[in-house]
């Protein structure tokens, strides 16, 4: 359940980074849900979660093949940014979803994004000025898991 809900977690950042301009403020994942924080300028709670579960589940339905490389640090590909790795990280494991997404994460992940089943936001609110939280899951039905 947590290699999938963050492989849908990686998904879901990469639509807010390049359809509203966030960046990641914080991550926690526990057993049945995973939370994401962002900061951004446009107001996240306006837009209906069903948007979001809509361009994550789409991403999911392509069967993307989910890649993990590991790399010495000074050997990381110089397009993708590992400033908020910790310097004592000697070796970098850089996941990508096909050609969708591309990050470093020490994070277990699915194989491919036909293993995640359907993604499903929980909450999203306002958790500071520009700062929101999401918190979702993933299913294998439809049906929503608290």
Same mark, same amino acid.
């Given at each position: 359940?947590?290699?999938?809900?963050?492989?849908?977690?990686?998904?879901?950042?990469?639509?807010l980074?390049?359809?509203?301009?966030?960046?990641?403020t914080?991550?926690?994942?526990? &057993?049945?849900?995973?939370?994401?924080?962002?900061?951004?300028?446009?107001?996240? $709670? +306006?837009?209906?979660? %069903?948007?979001?579960? !809509?361009?994550?589940?789409?991403?999911i339905?392509?069967?993307?093949?989910?890649?993990?490389?590991?790399?010495?640090?000074?050997?990381?590909?110089?397009?993708?940014?590992?400033?908020?790795?910790?310097?004592?990280?000697?070796?970098?494991?850089?996941?990508?979803i096909? &050609?969708?997404?591309?990050?470093?994460?020490?994070?277990?992940?699915?194989?491919? $994004? +036909?293993?995640?089943? %359907?993604?499903?936001? !929980?909450d999203?609110?306002?958790?500071?000025?520009?700062?929101?939280?999401?918190?979702?899951?993933?299913?294998?039905?439809?049906?929503?898991?608290?």
């Open positions: 359940m947590r290699a999938r809900m963050e492989s849908a977690q990686h998904i879901l950042y990469r639509v980074t390049k359809e509203y301009g966030a960046k990641q914080g991550m926690q994942i526990h &057993d049945n849900k995973i939370r994401l924080d962002v900061i951004c300028e446009k107001d996240l $709670t +306006s837009i209906p979660k %069903e948007d979001f579960e !809509l361009k994550v589940n789409k991403v339905a392509m069967n993307l093949p989910v890649t993990k490389t590991t790399y010495q640090r000074d050997q990381v590909p110089s397009d993708i940014d590992v400033s908020h790795i910790p310097s004592h990280v000697k070796n970098v494991v850089i996941v990508a096909g &050609d969708f997404d591309v990050q470093p994460c020490g994070n277990e992940h699915v194989n491919n $994004t +036909s293993e995640i089943g %359907e993604y499903h936001i !929980l999203i609110k306002r958790n500071g000025k520009d700062i929101y939280r999401f918190e979702g899951t993933v299913t294998d039905s439809s049906a929503i898991m608290k």
